[in-house]
Structure formats: structure tokens, C-alpha cells
T-cell receptor, first 118, second 115 residues
Framework: AQKVTQAQTEISVVEKEDVTLDCVYE???????LFWYKQPPSGELVFLIR??????QNEISGRYSWNFQKSTSSFNFTITASQVVDSAVYFC???????????????FGTGTLLAVQP | SAVISQKPSRDICQRGTSLTIQCQVD?????MFWYRQQPGQSLTLIAT?????????ESGFVIDKFPISRPNLTFSTLTVSNMSPEDSSIYLC????????????FGQGTRLTVV
């Protein structure tokens, strides 16, 4: 069975601190995608990144960076120099490949609530 | 990419009534998913809506409570029937990753409060 674990329920930091959100996943499949989504207080889900299981290259986008380690089944997300606007719930998610199958659905972690204090 | 328009964005409803949520997609898609997010919780899949067939419900969700329509490849509705305060949640429709796109797209969400 597939599972995504986000052990950190809530994290509180002060603006300009760096923060890392952890994501650990379980799957027996060798081909899958991993995602991070941001959910601000307004409720919509904002796509942040997708990572293919065959691509372990880390990625940086502005203040955001992602560390994908297949050996430890982790896909951690770091925000550098956090800002108040980063305050949101962040979800890690997993989906099997091939896409578009009848049971093809995103498996979400329980989310991490990040509060960035001014 | 795809754009999903979901409405209403929020509503406050009396217990015992029903609310229908609509999602319109700007392209044709085979599958649409409906999720529920209870306060402080993660997203839970309610059902998969396929055009031309009955929706497939996840364990714990039944058609009588959450009837779904999928009249064509760009539109779907979810009805929350005979509501109780426990139905207060955010409801989201979604297009899963598939041919031509490898991210899931979500509607803006419907924030439902049952009083």
C-alpha cells in the first residue's frame, strides 16, 4: 500500500528563519510522482513542484528548495528566509505511474501547518 | 494546463438541506475527483466521477449522501445531501495527472458550514 507521512503537524518560525518540512513516503512501485502543494488560509491548493521517481536531482526555485532521497524515501521541502506570506498548510502527495488509470489518485500526507511570525 | 471553476466558493446551510457544488473545466477530461477536507485535516477522496458511468465511491462514502453527476467531459456536480454540522468542510474537485499533464489541478474549493 502507498502512504505519505508528514510527521510535523505544526511548525512556527520567525520571519527570515529557514524551515524544512519533512515528507516520507511508502510505495512498492518503482515509478511514481511526488508533489508538494501549498494551501493558504483561503483554501485553494497551489501546486509547488512535481518530482519523477527517476529524477533525484534536487531543485531550487527562489527561496524554495526540495531534497529528494530515494534511499530514505524522503522528499523534504526547505523554505529559506521565510516570510509571513509563507504561512499556510503544506501537503506532500504521491501518485503511481502510469497516469490516467482507473485507480490513479493522489495520496496526500496529513499536512504541515507553517506559521511564520513577523 | 487546465483551469477549473468551482462554485460556490463558500456557503452557510441549515441542517437537513442539500447543497450542490459545481465544477467546470476548460478542457475535456476523462476523470474528475471529489475531495473532502474536514477542519484541520488532510484531503480525503470521496469519489471518482467518470463521464457516462456511475461515480466510484471510496470506503465510507455513499451515493445517497453524496450524489455526483457527470453529464459531459467538462462538467461535474457533487451534492451534499441532508446536511449535518459534521459535513462542514472544504470540498474540492480535481483533475488527476494524466495524458499531457503531470500535475493535479484543483478547483478553488467550496467552504461549507452547516448550522
Amino acid at each position: 500500500a502507498q502512504k505519505v507521512t508528514q510527521a510535523q503537524t505544526e511548525i512556527s518560525v520567525v520571519e527570515k528563519e529557514d524551515v524544512t518540512l519533512d515528507c516520507v513516503y511508502e510505495t512498492r512501485d518503482t515509478t511514481y510522482y511526488l508533489f508538494w502543494y501549498k494551501q493558504p488560509p483561503s483554501g485553494e491548493l497551489v501546486f509547488l513542484i512535481r518530482r519523477n521517481s527517476f529524477d533525484e536531482q534536487n531543485e531550487i526555485s527562489g527561496r524554495y528548495s526540495w531534497n529528494f532521497q530515494k534511499s530514505t524515501s524522503s522528499f523534504n521541502f526547505t523554505i529559506t528566509a521565510s516570510q509571513v506570506v509563507d504561512s499556510a498548510v503544506y501537503f506532500c502527495a504521491l501518485i503511481m505511474v502510469p497516469l490516467g488509470g482507473a485507480t490513479n489518485k493522489l495520496i496526500f500526507g496529513t499536512g504541515t501547518l507553517l506559521a511564520v511570525q513577523p | 494546463s487546465a483551469v477549473i471553476s468551482q462554485k460556490p466558493s463558500r456557503d452557510i446551510c441549515q441542517r437537513g438541506t442539500s447543497l450542490t457544488i459545481q465544477c467546470q473545466v476548460d478542457s475535456q477530461v476523462t476523470m474528475m475527483f471529489w475531495y473532502r477536507q474536514q477542519p484541520g485535516q488532510s484531503l480525503t477522496l470521496i469519489a471518482t466521477a467518470n463521464q457516462g458511468s456511475e461515480a466510484t465511491y471510496e470506503s465510507g462514502f455513499v451515493i445517497d449522501k453524496f450524489p455526483i453527476s457527470r453529464p459531459n467531459l467538462t462538467f461535474s456536480t457533487l451534492t451534499v445531501s441532508n446536511m449535518s454540522p459534521e459535513d462542514s468542510s472544504i470540498y474540492l474537485c480535481s483533475i488527476p495527472p494524466g495524458t499531457g499533464h503531470t500535475e493535479a489541478f484543483f478547483g478553488q474549493g467550496t467552504r461549507l458550514t452547516v448550522v
